[in-house]
């Protein structure tokens, strides 16, 4: 291994363990020392990498985008646009342990993002990123005939919407929403528009 593939390592797993303890214990809870010592690094390392805690967050959370991210590019002509939605539509809810964590950021980030300008701009910069990848799959059906034509900016913050609304409340446990009532909630809301199937499809 080359000292820059070291080094990416070394930045990956940096990341990696700052995900999981500003999930853990949120942000304003963290330090440099935690996050090292979760890394399983010395302070020095990670300061080399990541000079304040505020530039170790932005970085982690948009590593965690990036892992759970669904874009429509390079997916097959044989799977439909109606499966690609779903399939972004159950990356932007808590359905897993990994997309829980995920939550558990994005909550963080909004908070922060109320009082700090850098963070309230990441955030708007991954939800534009959100938007692109709902906007490319119904772009994409509206192409090939699946879906009907329609406003697609226009849609693509109302699944916004509804997928933080209603991921909130799993999130919270509320008992009057598990993943199956958020996921038909959502699919329902969007299906005339489209033109189909208001049951959530198979993925």
Not at 44 to 65: I, P, V
Not at 93 to 105: F, I, M, S, V, Y
Not at 142 to 163: I, K, P
Request: a negative charge; proline letters at 3%; one cysteine or more.
């Amino acid at each position: 291994m080359t000292k820059a593939e070291r080094a990416l390592e070394t930045r990956e797993r940096i990341l990696i363990a700052a995900c999981e303890v500003i999930a853990d214990i949120g942000f304003e809870n963290v330090s440099m020392r935690k996050v090292a010592e979760h890394a399983g690094v010395s302070k020095a390392l990670l300061h080399y990498h990541f000079d304040t805690r505020e530039k170790l967050f932005a970085e982690a959370m948009t590593h965690s985008f990036a892992q759970t991210g669904t874009d429509t590019e390079g997916v097959p002509d044989s799977v439909s646009s109606s499966v690609v939605l779903a399939r972004i539509l159950r990356s932007m809810l808590p359905t897993d342990a990994e997309l829980c964590q995920d939550w558990k950021l994005w909550q963080e980030l909004w908070v922060r993002a109320q009082r700090d300008a850098a963070a309230r701009h990441l955030a708007v910069d991954l939800y534009d990123q959100l938007h692109a990848w709902v906007g490319g799959a119904v772009e994409r059906g509206v192409r090939s005939g699946e879906f009907a034509a329609c406003d697609v900016s226009a849609l693509g913050t109302l699944v916004l919407a509804l997928c933080d609304g209603l991921g909130i409340r799993l999130m919270l446990d509320d008992p009057r929403v598990d993943l199956a009532t958020a996921r038909e909630t959502i699919w329902r809301a969007i299906a005339p528009t489209l033109g189909i199937d208001p049951r959530f499809p198979e993925v």
